[in-house]
């Protein structure tokens, strides 16, 4: 029967593995995608892996990723990962809102998540880490998509979709990529390769405002403003550029990607483009950890949570659907504990590209 935990890698990846086994050493590079409630797929296996991996490690690590993803590692980074984990998953699972519902009560909602993700002095813990290096991604609109206007924003995102169909290089005409990073350590990735991305220094000043942008859907939540150390303009999700982050990370180590698909799809405009796929030279060293197709089906309505539910199904249902998805992924953690202790985690690798 096939494993509900699959543990893909590329052909670097399986080199190194098959060489060296495989261990929290061989990695120098975290990523995390966007997909909202999509997380609440990874949240058990999150605390399995960060709640031993990489704990007593002085070598940077470098923690990119885009919307949930780095929400994600705002808690994983912190000095008790697993406790910041349950403290999110349990806020998240409570979480209800009635009509009417708009952008600024949202943003209000996720302000007040940041705020059980950063409680204390938990922005000092991310910023202070041994080993841990913050890399936020946000996009700064350009032309249409830089105003608040919902007229022109929806102009500029329909213009933008219509030029990605074409190509996915025809992005930076209507945004900028922003990192908001810890220069503690070099960006993870080269900065001029691909697209051009403007860096900022991660602070305890701006890393509210830089989870919000990297997490502002257009049209669903607010766009920021105001990013301290950064360009004026208007930011936005992240993921629009970079949804499951098909980009080429530098570095010796191997990244980790503990990911809700076995699919990795560029950019946001990307998700019904069938044939717009990763470059596999960018996911040659990637290590991605996922549930398996058969687990997925057997969750409520066959499905992982995902922002449709919260018009798809009264408040109760919801709760309670999402409740028992995240319970029955206490399976992915309880198979990576054992293979882990068993040193079994090889075993389970499979070919990713």
Request: charged letters at 25%.
């Amino acid at each position: 029967m096939p494993s509900p935990l699959r543990i893909l890698a590329g052909p670097e990846a399986r080199a190194r593995i098959a060489k060296d086994g495989l261990h929290e050493d061989l990695f120098d590079v975290v990523a995390g995608a966007s997909g909202g409630p999509k997380w609440l797929a990874l949240t058990r296996l999150d605390r399995a892996v960060f709640g031993h991996w990489f704990r007593t490690r002085t070598r940077p690590l470098s923690m990119v990723g885009s919307s949930i993803g780095c929400w994600r590692f705002a808690c994983v980074a912190q000095r008790d990962p697993a406790a910041a984990c349950q403290r999110f998953e349990e806020n998240y699972l409570a979480y209800t809102v009635e009509a009417p519902v708009t952008p600024a009560i949202l943003t209000r909602h996720c302000r007040e998540f940041l705020e059980v993700i950063l409680e204390g002095d938990a922005r000092e813990q991310i910023l202070t880490h041994p080993s841990m290096r913050q890399a936020i991604l946000a996009v700064r609109g350009r032309g249409p998509a830089g105003r608040a206007h919902p007229l022109a924003m929806g102009t500029g995102l329909a213009a933008a979709a219509i030029a990605n169909a074409a190509s996915r290089r025809s992005l930076p005409l209507f945004f900028e990529r922003t990192l908001v990073y810890d220069d503690r350590s070099p960006p993870p990735f080269d900065l001029a390769k691909g697209f051009r991305t403007i860096s900022v220094k991660l602070t305890a000043q701006n890393m509210e405002a830089a989870l919000l942008a990297t997490a502002a859907v257009p049209f669903v939540f607010e766009p920021v403003l105001e990013l301290h150390g950064a360009r004026p303009g208007l930011y936005l999700d992240g993921g629009i550029m970079d949804y499951h982050l098909d980009i080429p990370f530098q570095g010796d180590g191997l990244v980790l990607y503990p990911h809700f698909s076995d699919r990795v799809i560029p950019g946001w405009f990307d998700k019904f483009l069938k044939w717009r796929k990763a470059d596999p030279r960018n996911l040659s060293r990637t290590v991605l950890v996922c549930p398996s197709a058969e687990f997925i089906a057997g969750l409520p309505g066959g499905k992982i949570p995902d922002r449709a539910d919260f018009k798809r199904m009264p408040t109760a249902q919801r709760l309670l659907a999402w409740k028992r998805a995240v319970a029955e992924t206490q399976r992915l953690a309880d198979i990576w504990h054992e293979a882990r202790e068993k040193d079994r985690l090889a075993d389970l690798v499979e070919p990713l590209c």
